[in-house]
């Protein structure tokens, strides 16, 4: 997407083929800035700081990273180590489990020359799908806001919650491609953006991504939504997914569930937007069975910003001592999910509406 009239995505390959870069995300929005990766050590390091975040774009880091490991030692050894270490950065994306078993079953029966072009190849196509995928969950989604826009006859108001913008994935994303589809086919539309406490995707990454492509959009702090819903000032909720269960629960950014709660009680449409990449064809009950990544608790009593010599700084924000937890993600039963857009369309979440638009998927009992 566009970022200073250019277009980036997140995460590619530098001239010499081999180093991976990707877009430092933990200074955005103040510095925009490119860092490289050369090891898997590396890659896991960016995933487990968020110098990348959001389920896809972690997906295709870690599947980057096994390239990076096996560059140097192409042996069986080398590529165990590699999954074991990524996979165990972030435990709540499915993203990262399914881009490191796709690695793992096209590599493993490789002989050790032939493994590491085939491991930047298959990174790459990776990357690619998930561009695809997200540029479809755009042309779909964007139905949504169009007939809003023709019911209501001016902009859309839509809601999102963290990060499910490009910044999450390769380019286009998963919520925000809808809006960025209907931006370009000309249909108004407006995003309120939660902040997302606390580590704020919605304020810096978010607003910072909308900005950059000229999309209006106000900011919100996290407690407002359920009042712009009462007051008729959303027309629809869009967010994105970490993991979707066969049974369409959907585990997303904490604080998602009670926007969910809020659009069922005032009437609003809540879509969540995900490439099938996010679905744990093998899980059913998303809210007893999804793991919960527990983030440090100085997230929540310290916040970063930029302070008045334009420098980054951490600043404490809690009383001093505070005991606080910080769960990362939050699930929000299929009942309260209007509907899953995906690559192949919108389905309702539920079981038989995801094995009608994924036949071949064996999907989860209850
Ligand atoms: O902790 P993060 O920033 O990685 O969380 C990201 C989200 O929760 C996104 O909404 C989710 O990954 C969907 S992104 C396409």
Partial sequence: MRVNGEWRRTIGLDGDGWTVLVIDQTRLPFVFEQVA????????????????????????????????????????????????????????????????????????????????????????????????????IGRHGRVLIEELALAHGRPVQVLTHCNAGWLACVDWGTALAPVYAAHEAGIPVHVWVDETRPRNQGAALTAFELGAHGIPYTLVADNAGGHLMQRRQVDLCLVGSDRTTASGDVANKIGTYLKALAALDNGIPFYVALPSSTIDWSMGDGVHAIPIEERSPREVTHIVGRDVDGLLAEVEIAAPGSHAVNPAFDVTPARLVTGLVTERGITAATREGLRALYPGQAGATP
């Fill in 37 to 136: 990766l050369r090891s898997a050590e590396d890659a896991a390091e960016a995933i487990r700081r968020m110098v990348v975040r959001g389920a896809p774009l972690i997906g295709v880091t870690a599947a980057y990273g096994v390239a990076l490991a096996l560059r140097r030692d192409a042996r069986d050894v080398t590529l165990d180590e590699a999954i074991m270490l990524l996979g165990a950065t972030r435990p709540t994306a499915i993203n990262l489990r399914w881009a490191l078993e796709r690695m793992d079953r096209v590599l493993r029966p490789l002989s050790p020359p032939e493994r590491v072009g085939r491991a930047y190849a298959e990174a790459a196509a990776i990357a690619e799908e998930d561009v695809a995928c997200c540029s479809a």
